[in-house]
């Protein structure tokens, strides 16, 4: 009856490590199972931003820009990719920058390094977003209405000049690259404001919808 009480403790011990062993290792399961739907769900999400981004860039066909005198269709691409932080992460979001400029290669074609450096540019203009407007201003997190619309002009502001100031010494490179001649500062400064006029309506688009984008994206998380 001794021998019997002494080995009790040995036996319900290993019973506990059988049952912790277990549950790690199903919730190693659960969490793998879960980590596969997410990246599913994620390259899901990717192809369909992917192809709105591509399908909106067909508007111009129908308004051209002579008509609207605003560039609907690549305006609300750039608007698309924009958010896609938002929807799928910043890895996918500058995946899917970089994967339009590939698409818009094969759709229209022109020079294989213009696509390149678009390319570039769009990823760059994810990163710009989720660095001014999530990281540095934290608009998703500001409470107070008044924080919150500083926040979200401030970070608009500071789109406003960087992208466009990225897109004009990518152009000025691509220019360098295919004519080995570089912009004058005038020229420079011309093409920067050009994609300044050109940015503007992906921006102020952007800065109007992002805060309810993303309550939609957290109600839709919870």
Do not use: H
């Not at 005198?69 to 970089?98: P, R, T």
């Amino acid at each position: 009856m001794k021998q019997v009480d002494e080995n009790t403790p040995k036996i319900e011990v290993a019973k506990t490590n059988i049952d912790m062993d277990y549950e790690i290792s199903k919730l190693n399961k659960t969490s793998k199972y879960k980590g596969l739907r997410s990246e599913t769900l994620n390259i899901t999400l990717v192809s369909l931003l992917l192809s709105m981004s591509t399908a909106v860039s067909f508007i111009n066909v129908l308004l051209p820009l002579g008509i609207t005198n605003v560039n609907i269709g690549f305006s609300l691409k750039y608007y698309i990719i924009a958010i896609s932080f938002q929807v799928v992460g910043l890895y996918w979001g500058m995946i899917i920058g970089l994967l339009d400029g590939i698409l818009q290669f094969i759709i229209w074609g022109q020079s294989p390094l213009f696509r390149f450096t678009s390319s570039i540019g769009l990823m760059l203009w994810v990163l710009l977003f989720w660095l001014f407007f999530s990281k540095l201003f934290c608009v998703y997190k500001v409470k107070t209405n008044f924080k919150k619309t500083t926040n979200l002009t401030v970070s608009a502001l500071f789109v406003f000049i960087t992208a466009p100031l990225i897109s004009a010494i990518l152009k000025a490179f691509q220019r360098y690259v295919e004519f080995g001649n570089l912009y004058g500062v005038i020229a420079f400064f011309e093409s920067w404001i050009s994609f300044m006029i050109f940015d503007l309506f992906a921006i102020v688009l952007f800065t109007l919808t992002t805060i309810r984008i993303q309550t939609i994206i957290d109600k839709k998380w919870k």
